[in-house]
């Protein structure tokens, strides 16, 4: 059964959309675009070179690694098409968590992906598909508040402990023009196991 007591975004989420977006992912993910030919760019998972601005900002600012505070916060971020400045926000799937840390801290795989010490994963726990929004300061990892699945973002998300079946996937991220902009596609896909 679902559980709905996910902090979940106030942005294009509600209690139906948790349900309707994991049934949303088997389809978009099996044939994305293709009964129409062309994608959405609002519901498109982020693509390289697409910049990223903070939930809610709807001056579009593109977030640089100093805006994202050292071991204090998760910061929850959309990707934006460049182009045409199309915040990629259609599907609350693409919700991505910023979390910044010294490079000394990440593992090599992870320090691959980081842009100044930022690293870059989907929002959506992998369990049962609440947003990850709590940020656990003494451990420096984040959590899910639905069923308190823990992650270790210095370590490709790895469970520390929780019912979530694998890693949140991450959104590998390098500096452009002192922006922080995509530099790869998710490791992996984004969504939930269904009950
Ligand atoms: S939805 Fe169950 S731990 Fe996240």
Redesign the pocket.
Known sequence: ME?NT?GCRAAAIDRRAIIQGGLAVGASLAAPGAALGQADPATTRPRPGDYLVKDEDTSKKPLTPADIPLHKTIVSAWAVEPNENIVRKGSRLNGIILVRYENSELTPETLSRAAEGVVAYTQI?T????D?TDYIEAERVVQ?G????KYDPRDSARIIE???PRALPALPLKVENGKLVVAKAYTDRVG?EQA
């Open positions: 559980d996910c726990c369990h049962n598909g609440c990850v899910c639905c069923h308190f699945t929780g019912p979530a939930f």
